[in-house]
């Protein structure tokens, strides 16, 4: 069997640059250990796979070693690969619509606003540097000081894989932009991913209210990087950012 894979690099205007996703176009679904065999191959920090649903796609999304419910560069390199202005995907957290003007592409996903919790106690620790907040929503969010003491972080990834969250967000403002961040997940085989859609989730709406504004133009500050531009609707979460194809080929399995 031969199958079209792309990888984008998502959140960047140029290749090498944001984050890339393999982008695995279906007539039908496959078995699911195939799905995570092919991602586990691809070795990339998400593979998304989607099939024709009436007006739309079911879109799936699989880490190295885990299927999961949301992934917003993944998203983004989908709606690239499939080409058209406006694309909707059915997926584990529901409708996601992209939309495309010129380079740039618009998320439209629900907000997740971190909520004050009891803390995994190894987290700050695992982390390092000095948290000012720790919330949470699905994953962590440690807050910092500065832009710079983000940067600086060199987490204990062997003690992160034993929190009890799906991955950590750590964020503080930024220099040149609202803020930045970056995005550990190791737990699910990713220790660091470079650009993510769905941490901002989280962040857009705790910076609109921090920082008193609905639009919002953020960094996420790995060694990659990406830039993204956010919105916070309400109960939903506008996040823009352009993409670059890298690769197109198929496999053989």
Same mark, same amino acid.
């Given at each position: 069997?031969?199958?079209?894979?792309?990888?984008?690099?998502?959140?960047?205007?140029?290749?090498?640059?944001?984050?890339?996703?393999?982008?695995?176009?279906?007539?039908?679904?496959?078995?699911?250990?195939?799905?995570?065999?092919?991602?586990?191959?691809?070795?990339?920090?998400? #593979?998304?796979?989607?099939?024709?649903?009436?007006?739309?796609?079911?879109?799936?999304?699989?880490?190295?070693?885990?299927?999961?419910?949301?992934?917003?560069?993944?998203?983004?390199?989908?709606?690239?690969?499939?080409?058209?202005?406006?694309?909707?995907?059915?997926?584990?957290?529901?409708?996601? #619509?992209?939309?495309?003007?010129?380079?740039?592409?618009?998320?439209?996903?629900?907000?997740?606003?971190?909520?004050?919790?009891?803390?995994?106690?190894?987290?700050?620790?695992?982390?390092?540097?000095?948290?000012?907040?720790?919330?949470?929503?699905?994953?962590?969010?440690?807050?910092?000081?500065?832009?710079?003491?983000?940067?600086?972080?060199?987490?204990?990834?062997?003690?992160?894989?034993?929190?009890?969250?799906?991955?950590?967000?750590?964020?503080?403002?930024?220099?040149?932009?609202?803020?930045?961040?970056?995005?550990?997940?190791?737990?699910?085989?990713?220790?660091?991913?470079?650009?993510?859609?769905?941490?901002?989730? #989280?962040? #857009?709406?705790?910076?609109?209210?921090?920082?008193?504004?609905?639009?919002?133009?953020?960094?996420?500050?790995?060694?990659?990087?990406?830039?993204?531009?956010?919105?916070?609707?309400?109960?939903?979460?506008?996040?823009?950012?352009?993409?670059?194809?890298?690769?197109?080929?198929?496999?053989?399995?």
């Amino acid at each position: 069997m031969k199958l079209p894979i792309y990888q984008v690099d998502a959140f960047s205007s140029r290749v090498f640059g944001g984050n890339p996703a393999a982008v695995c176009p279906l007539e039908q679904w496959l078995p699911d250990e195939t799905l995570q065999a092919i991602a586990a191959e691809n070795n990339l920090a998400e #593979t998304a796979y989607y099939v024709p649903e009436g007006d739309g796609y079911r879109l799936r999304w699989f880490t190295p070693a885990v299927e999961v419910d949301l992934c917003g560069h993944a998203t983004l390199a989908s709606a690239f690969v499939v080409g058209a202005p406006v694309v909707k995907f059915f997926s584990k957290s529901g409708k996601l #619509t992209v939309t495309r003007e010129g380079d740039l592409f618009t998320l439209d996903f629900p907000s997740r606003a971190p909520q004050a919790v009891a803390v995994d106690p190894g987290l700050a620790a695992s982390m390092g540097g000095k948290p000012l907040e720790i919330l949470a929503a699905r994953d962590y969010m440690v807050v910092y000081g500065s832009e710079e003491e983000v940067r600086a972080l060199r987490p204990d990834m062997q003690a992160l894989r034993n929190v009890d969250r799906f991955a950590v967000i750590a964020t503080a403002p930024g220099n040149n932009c609202d803020f930045v961040s970056r995005f550990f997940a190791p737990k699910q085989g990713i220790d660091e991913d470079p650009v993510t859609g769905s941490a901002h989730c #989280t962040l #857009t709406p705790y910076w609109a209210s921090k920082l008193g504004k609905s639009e919002l133009h953020a960094f996420q500050v790995s060694a990659r990087g990406g830039e993204l531009w956010l919105a916070d609707n309400g109960g939903r979460v506008s996040i823009s950012g352009n993409g670059a194809l890298y690769l197109e080929g198929a496999i053989h399995i």
